[in-house]
C-alpha cells in the first residue's frame, strides 16, 4: 500500500442476480484529496460506495486502510468505527432534535448523557469548521445547506479518515455550494480523504483533484484533473471516443420537410420550481427533437415544466401561435400534448389496474367523468393497441404490473397515441426495455413524425438521439446551454457542448 | 386444483366463507334461528319476525356505510373513524329542524324531507373537513378523523343544546316509518333503504368514472395526476359522499328510537364499517376495490352480531368476540401468511405427485 493513500480498493466484484454491477474495480483514495467518483447511471458508483460502506457485502477484492491490514466491512458500524463516514444526497438525521444532539447521537459508550459536555463539545466543532449554527438550535430549523454540513460536522468528529459525500450539492444554491465547498476544502487542509460523487460537471473541475470513471461495472480509469479536459471525461463517462467516432448521421432528416415551419408548440421563459433556469423553447410539425445531457442536467424537468407535470411558476406558452395556459397536466391534455414520462414505475403504470384501464386511462381522463366507456368500447381500444403495438400480455384484463417493463412502456406509449396528441413528449422511453422493444420504439416515433406528429425525444443514449432527432437542445446544469441541428449532429459536437467549459480551446 | 385456487383467490371467497360458517354454526346449534314468523306488532300490523330480518333490518346503516368507506379506503388508503360521531350529528340536525326548540313538539316544524335534507348537507360539509385535511394537508386519514371522532359527539348535543328532543307519534307517525315499519308491508323500511343505497352506487359505479379514478388515485397519485386527475378532488369527493351515506344511516338510526342519546348513538358502527371493507378483501391500504364484497361484508358482520346476541353474549363482551374474528381476518391476509400458504401448497401438491410416481 502507497503511504499517502488512506484507502485502496483492489479488484472489487459485486453481482446481484442477473447483473455484475463491479468486475473488478480498483479505486485509490489519497490523504488530503478530493476525488470524484464519476459516471452515467448504472455505472456502479452507488455499488461501490456500499460496498466501502458496509451495506453490501463484496463478492471478492480486498479493501486496505492507512494503518491496518486488510479490513473487512459488513456492516456499516464496521465501517463507522474504521472511520469512513457517509454524508448522503437526502439528510438522515432527525429534523426534530437539536444539532447537539444530531451530532452525538448513537455514539454515547453509556446510559447517560452530560448534556453540558456535549453542547460544547458540539459548538467547538461548529466553530472550527465555520458552520454557521449553535449546538443548542433545532436541526429543521437549519437551511438544508446547513443540515448537510451537520452531517458533515458529526462524520469529521468521528475521526473519519474517509468522507465520503454522495450527491450533497443537489438540493442546494449556489450559495450554499460555495459554502460546502469552503468546508470540504478545509476538510481537505486537515488531511481528510473526501469522495465526491455528483452529476455536475463544473463542480468536480471547482474542487476535486483526481477523477476515477467507472462504466458499466468497470473501471475506466484514474486521472488527475490536469489530464482529463472536460470533453475526454464526458467521452470516457459515455464510452464513445471521440475520434473513432464517424457521424452517425440521423434519418430523422427526411423526415423533418417543409410544413416544418409551423410552430404547433412555443415556450418563452419556462420555468418551473424544480430548479431549473428560464428556458426558451418551440418545436415544429412533424418535428422530432430533443433534450440531451448528463444525467440530473435538467432534461426531464424542463419537459416537465411544458407539460405542467411540475408547478410552472414563470414563462408564457403558445399553441399554432395562439397563447394558452398550462397549470397542470389536464390543461396540456387538453391541448393536444401527451407526456411518458421517465420514472415508469413512479410515474407511469397504475400497478394494480389492468392492461385495459392503463390505455384507457387518459383518454377517458379527456372524456369526463360522466361519460365513461362501455365495455366494449374499451376493449376495442385495448385489443387495437395490444396488436398494433405488439404488447405481450396474457389478456387486457391482466394487471399491468406483472408485464415485463419494455411491455409495461408499450402500455403507457398506448396510453398517450389514444389520445391522438399533436405533441407527444417521450422521456426515456426506452429506459430498462429489451432490444427489440427499443428498435420499435424508434421506428414509431419517425414514422408518427412523418404522419405530422411534434416529438421531443429524450434519451441517454447518444445514438439513440441521433438516429431519431432532427434538433437536439443541449442542457448543462439545470441550463439550456446550446441547440444543434443539421451538420452539428455528432457525437464529437454533443459531447463538447454537454462538456462546455474549456470545450472551445 | 386449480379451480380450488381459483375460488379461494377470489375476493368474494373470504365474505361468503364466513357468511357459511356461520350459517353452519348456527344450523347445527339451533335451526330455529333461520324461522320467520308473521307477527302482530305494538302498531297492530302484521311484520315478519326472526333473527334473519333482524340481521337485515339492523344491518342496513352498516351496510350504507360500507359503501362510502369503501370510497374513502380506495381514493385515500386509509379510514374514517369519525363516522358514528357525524351520524349523531345528522341524526342532531334532523330533530333540531323538526323540533326548532321545543323538546316535546305538538307538531312538526318542517317537513322531514327538508330535516333530511339539511341533515345530508351538513353531514357532506363534515365530510368535506376531513376530506381537506386528507387531500390538502396530508393527513393520515385516521389521525384526519380523529378529530371528529372527538369532538362529533359534543357537537350534536350543541346542535340540540343537550336537550333529548323527542319526536311522539302524535306530531308524526311518518318518521317511524325510517327505522321501522310502512303500515301494510311487513318488511323494515331500512332494508329498502340499504336496497335503494345499493342500487344507486351502482348506477354511479357503471354510469360514471367513479371507481376508475378513485382506484387510480389510491393506486398511484403520481401517474393519475400526470393522467390529468386531480387526486386531491378525487379523495375530498371520496369523503364527501362518505358524508351523504352517513346522513342516510343517521336518518335511520333517530327514525328507530324516535330521539336520540348523543353518547350512546352509532357507537363503535366505524369499527364495523371498517371491519366490513377488510371483510370484503379490499386492501385497508387503498387502491382497488370490490363493493359488493364489502356490503356483503357488512351484512357478515350483522350475521356475526345477531348470532352472539342470540347465545346470550351480553353487549360488553361483543367487541371481544369480534376482536377474535378480526385477528383471523388480519392475520389471514397478511400477504407473509399468503406467501406461506402458497409454498405449503406447492409443496403438498409436490409430495403428492411424487407420492403418485413412487
Redesign the interface.
Given at each position: 500500500m502507497d503511504k499517502n493513500s488512506v484507502l485502496e480498493m483492489r479488484d472489487i466484484q459485486k453481482s446481484f442476480p442477473g447483473v455484475r454491477a463491479l468486475m473488478g474495480v480498483d479505486f485509490t483514495l489519497k490523504e488530503g484529496e478530493i476525488h470524484a467518483l464519476m459516471g452515467e447511471n448504472g455505472a456502479g458508483k452507488s455499488t461501490l460506495i456500499k460496498v466501502l460502506t458496509g451495506v453490501y457485502t463484496k463478492d471478492d477484492g480486498h479493501i486496505f486502510l492507512k494503518g491496518s491490514e486488510e479490513v473487512n466491512i459488513h456492516s456499516p458500524q464496521d465501517a463507522q468505527r474504521l472511520g469512513i463516514s457517509t454524508v448522503y444526497q437526502e439528510i438522515t438525521l432527525c429534523p426534530n432534535l437539536s444539532v447537539a444532539e444530531n451530532m452525538y447521537i448513537g455514539r454515547g459508550d453509556g446510559s447517560t448523557v452530560n448534556w453540558k459536555d456535549m453542547n460544547q463539545k458540539a459548538d467547538k466543532i461548529l466553530q472550527s469548521l465555520d458552520i454557521p449554527t449553535t449546538a443548542a438550535a433545532q436541526l429543521s430549523s437549519c437551511s438544508i445547506a446547513v443540515q448537510q454540513m451537520v452531517a458533515i460536522a458529526r462524520a469529521v468528529d468521528m475521526e473519519c479518515k474517509v468522507l465520503i459525500l454522495d450527491e450533497p450539492t443537489s438540493s442546494l444554491d449556489d450559495q450554499e455550494v460555495a459554502k460546502l465547498f469552503k468546508l470540504m476544502r478545509d476538510l481537505k487542509a486537515k488531511g481528510v480523504g473526501i469522495i465526491f460523487v455528483t452529476h455536475f460537471l463544473d463542480q468536480v473541475y471547482e474542487v476535486c483533484d483526481r477523477i476515477t470513471v467507472l462504466r458499466d461495472g468497470r473501471l475506466v480509469g484514474e486521472y488527475e484533473i490536469a489530464d482529463l479536459p472536460r470533453v475526454k471525461l464526458v467521452s470516457k463517462m459515455l464510452g464513445k471516443e471521440m475520434d473513432d467516432l464517424s457521424d452517425i448521421k440521423g434519418e430523422a432528416k427526411e423526415y423533418s420537410k417543409d410544413d416544418a415551419s409551423e410552430k404547433v408548440f412555443e415556450a418563452k421563459g419556462l420555468q418551473s420550481n424544480a430548479g431549473i433556469s428560464p428556458f426558451d423553447f418551440y418545436i415544429n410539425k412533424g418535428e422530432v427533437n430533443g433534450f440531451t445531457g448528463l444525467l440530473g442536467s435538467g432534461r426531464s424537468e424542463c419537459v416537465r415544466a411544458i407539460?405542467g407535470?411540475d408547478k410552472v411558476i414563470g414563462g408564457s406558452v403558445s399553441k399554432s401561435g395562439k397563447p394558452i395556459n398550462i397549470s397542470?397536466?389536464?390543461d396540456a391534455?387538453k391541448n393536444g400534448i401527451a407526456?411518458l414520462?421517465e420514472d415508469r414505475k413512479?410515474?407511469?403504470?397504475?400497478?394494480?389496474?389492468s392492461v385495459r384501464?392503463n390505455i384507457i386511462?387518459?383518454l377517458?381522463?379527456?372524456k369526463?367523468?360522466?361519460k365513461?366507456f362501455t365495455k366494449a368500447e374499451a376493449n376495442k381500444f385495448a385489443d387495437e393497441y395490444i396488436k398494433l403495438l405488439g404488447i405481450k400480455t396474457a389478456s387486457a384484463d391482466t394487471p399491468i404490473k406483472s408485464l415485463s417493463g419494455g411491455n409495461q412502456q408499450k402500455c403507457i406509449l398506448a396510453?398517450w397515441l389514444l389520445t391522438k396528441p399533436e405533441y407527444l413528449i417521450l422521456d426515456e422511453p426506452t429506459r430498462g426495455i429489451d432490444v427489440g422493444t427499443k428498435v420499435d420504439i424508434q421506428k414509431l416515433v419517425l414514422k408518427l413524425a412523418s404522419e405530422g406528429m411534434s416529438i421531443t425525444f429524450i434519451s441517454s443514449e447518444t445514438d439513440e438521439m441521433l438516429r431519431t432527432c432532427s434538433r437536439l437542445i443541449v442542457m448543462r446544469d439545470r441550463k439550456v446551454v446550446g441547440e444543434l441541428k443539421g451538420d452539428e449532429l455528432t457525437q464529437n459536437m454533443i459531447m463538447s457542448t454537454i462538456a462546455g467549459g474549456e470545450s472551445k480551446e | 386444483m386449480n379451480t380450488l385456487k381459483k375460488i379461494t383467490s377470489n375476493q368474494m371467497f373470504i365474505p361468503l366463507a364466513a357468511l357459511l360458517l356461520l350459517i353452519i354454526f348456527n344450523l347445527i346449534m339451533d335451526p330455529g334461528f333461520f324461522k320467520i314468523n308473521l307477527v302482530q306488532n305494538s302498531a297492530g300490523n302484521y311484520v315478519f319476525s326472526g333473527y334473519l330480518i333482524t340481521i337485515l333490518d339492523m344491518g342496513s346503516e352498516l351496510a350504507i356505510l360500507a359503501i362510502g368507506m369503501t370510497l374513502v379506503t380506495a381514493a385515500s388508503g386509509g379510514q374514517d373513524i369519525s363516522v358514528g360521531a357525524v351520524i349523531a350529528i345528522g341524526g342532531s340536525v334532523i330533530l333540531r329542524v323538526l323540533c326548532g326548540t321545543d323538546p316535546r313538539p305538538e307538531v312538526l316544524k318542517a317537513p322531514i324531507i327538508v330535516a333530511f335534507l339539511i341533515s345530508c348537507v351538513v353531514c357532506m360539509i363534515f365530510g368535506a373537513f376531513n376530506g381537506a385535511l386528507v387531500a390538502f394537508f396530508r393527513i393520515q386519514p385516521m389521525v384526519a378523523t380523529l378529530i371528529m371522532y372527538t369532538a362529533g359527539r359534543s357537537i350534536a348535543a350543541w346542535i340540540n343544546n343537550n336537550t333529548l328532543p323527542v319526536i311522539s307519534p302524535a306530531a308524526s307517525e311518518t318518521f317511524a316509518y325510517f327505522g321501522g315499519f310502512i303500515p301494510g308491508i311487513p318488511i323494515p323500511t331500512p332494508v329498502f333503504i340499504a336496497i335503494i343505497c345499493v342500487i344507486i352506487t351502482m348506477l354511479i359505479l357503471k354510469f360514471t368514472n367513479l371507481g376508475l379514478y378513485t382506484q387510480s388515485v389510491g393506486i398511484n397519485e403520481n401517474s393519475s395526476r400526470l393522467n390529468g386527475l386531480n387526486p386531491e378532488f378525487i379523495k375530498l369527493m371520496a369523503f364527501v359522499l362518505l358524508g351523504l351515506c352517513v346522513a342516510v344511516a343517521g336518518l335511520i338510526k333517530v327514525s328507530r328510537i324516535s330521539t336520540i342519546n348523543y353518547s350512546v348513538i352509532a357507537k363503535d358502527i366505524e369499527m364495523d364499517a371498517i371491519l366490513a371493507v377488510a371483510l370484503g378483501g379490499n386492501a385497508l391500504s387503498g387502491g382497488k376495490f370490490n363493493m359488493i364484497a364489502s356490503i356483503l361484508g357488512a351484512y357478515v358482520i350483522q350475521f356475526l352480531t345477531t348470532t352472539l346476541y342470540k347465545f346470550k353474549v351480553s353487549a360488553d363482551a361483543l367487541p371481544a368476540y369480534k376482536a377474535v374474528v378480526v385477528i383471523f381476518l388480519v392475520v389471514m391476509s397478511a400477504p407473509i401468511v399468503r406467501d406461506y400458504l402458497e409454498q405449503l401448497r406447492k409443496k403438498m401438491a409436490a409430495s403428492r405427485k411424487e407420492a403418485a410416481e413412487s
Open positions: 407539460f407535470a397542470k397536466p389536464i391534455m407526456y414520462p413512479l410515474d407511469g403504470i397504475v400497478g394494480d389496474l384501464d386511462l387518459a377517458q381522463v379527456l369526463g367523468f360522466f365513461p396510453r | -
